[in-house]
């Protein structure tokens, strides 16, 4: 569903020597060129490379809650001299009753957006695999005026928590 050409390469490592903590780490690079929409299309993407390094934690804190946490940060450039740096992350505490499916307690999920005073540095988070990870019926809130800040899917300083 994507406008351009796509290649990536990963790798992603998994630490489980602690008897109570699980830590994971990945790097991804990924190119994204060939956009097929006119230049002069506002969601034309120019040729871009995206690095991608993050870790993840997961600390058993009792016999039936977790807390889990991640961060990543992405670095790269756009054609056109435009560099990218952009940081996302989440956590969140969950438990699980002795009768009953596990309930999330509590969490917090972060994403960097584009600051309009910062030209040609690109902020906003790019969910590389999917357009639209997290909500994809939202599509028919894009701006329908031909203008928009950012491609469609690209997420602007994005801030949710919850507690249940």
């Given at each position: ?39 002069t299309n506002p969601q034309f993407q120019p040729d871009r490379h995206v690095n991608t390094l993050g870790a993840r934690v997961v600390q058993t804190i009792g016999a039936r809650t ?99």
């Amino acid at each position: 569903m994507q406008n351009w050409d796509e290649q990536a390469v990963g790798a992603y490592y998994t630490n489980r020597s602690l008897p109570t903590t699980t830590v994971e780490s990945y790097y991804f690079l990924k190119k994204e060129v060939h956009d097929i929409l006119p230049v002069t299309n506002p969601q034309f993407q120019p040729d871009r490379h995206v690095n991608t390094l993050g870790a993840r934690v997961v600390q058993t804190i009792g016999a039936r809650t977790d807390w889990v946490s991640e961060y990543s940060c992405q670095w790269g450039a756009q054609h056109g001299d435009s560099s990218i740096l952009a940081w996302g992350g989440y956590s969140y505490m969950s438990s699980i009753l002795s009768t009953g499916p596990p309930l999330p307690q509590s969490w917090l999920w972060a994403l960097s957006g584009d600051n309009p005073r910062t030209r040609n540095r690109i902020e906003n988070w790019d969910p590389l695999f999917s357009q639209w990870p997290e909500w994809s019926d939202m599509y028919v809130y894009t701006p329908v005026e031909g203008k928009s800040e950012s491609p469609i899917g690209r997420t602007s300083r994005c801030r949710k928590s919850k507690a249940v």
